[in-house]
């Protein structure tokens, strides 16, 4: 006999706006501990003046929201921002399922993609597609890289 395999500790991807606001909660604690607390970014700088324009994703395993994204339009562009997964479940590709979410989505508009990456997840970009451009720059004082998808 067949046991059904429990899909509660799948990773879900879920899309939503900041009007949904029991969602952007889960998303907004998760950026405030990894973000804020973590690499000690400005509160001011990371909850800015683009979150209602952005679509936001939330990462859940079970009942657990463990990672959020999002992703908005500049001009003929689509920017990538704010990837963040709860420390306790890096390394155990939850964020690859979050940004295959994330690409899944965009592609439709037939856009260039682009993302700022902190050296550390330059690796992670490049296995999934990205490719590093331009010179090293700070933002929030921390050192990134532009990466842009290719096609």
Same mark, same amino acid.
């Given at each position: %006999?067949l046991?059904? %395999?429990n899909?509660?500790?799948?990773p879900? #991807?879920?899309?939503?706006?900041?009007d $949904?606001?029991n969602?952007f909660?889960?998303v907004?604690k998760i950026?405030?501990? #990894?973000?804020? $607390?973590?690499?000690?970014v400005?509160e001011?700088?990371?909850?800015?003046s683009?979150?209602?324009e952005s $679509?936001?994703f939330?990462l859940?395993l079970g009942d657990? &929201?463990?990672g959020t994204?999002?992703?908005r339009?500049?001009?003929?562009?689509i920017?990538?921002?704010r990837f963040?997964v709860?420390?306790?479940?890096?390394?155990?590709?939850?964020?690859d #399922?979050l940004? $295959?979410?994330v690409i899944?989505?965009?592609l439709?508009f037939a856009k &260039?993609v682009?993302l700022h &990456?902190?050296?550390k &997840?330059?690796?992670?970009?490049k296995?999934?597609g990205?490719?590093?451009?331009?010179?090293?720059?700070?933002?929030c004082?921390?050192?990134?890289?532009?990466m842009v998808?290719?096609s």
């Amino acid at each position: %006999m067949l046991i059904p %395999m429990n899909t509660d500790f799948e990773p879900k #991807v879920l899309p939503f706006k900041t009007d $949904q606001k029991n969602l952007f909660e889960e998303v907004r604690k998760i950026r405030e501990l #990894v973000f804020v $607390q973590e690499q000690e970014v400005d509160e001011a700088e990371e909850f800015d003046s683009f979150e209602d324009e952005s $679509q936001h994703f939330v990462l859940r395993l079970g009942d657990k &929201a463990i990672g959020t994204a999002r992703w908005r339009h500049i001009g003929d562009k689509i920017k990538l921002e704010r990837f963040a997964v709860l420390k306790e479940y890096r390394g155990k590709k939850y964020g690859d #399922v979050l940004l $295959q979410a994330v690409i899944e989505d965009v592609l439709p508009f037939a856009k &260039a993609v682009y993302l700022h &990456a902190q050296l550390k &997840a330059i690796p992670f970009y490049k296995r999934r597609g990205f490719k590093q451009v331009g010179e090293l720059f700070l933002e929030c004082d921390i050192e990134h890289y532009k990466m842009v998808l290719e096609s």
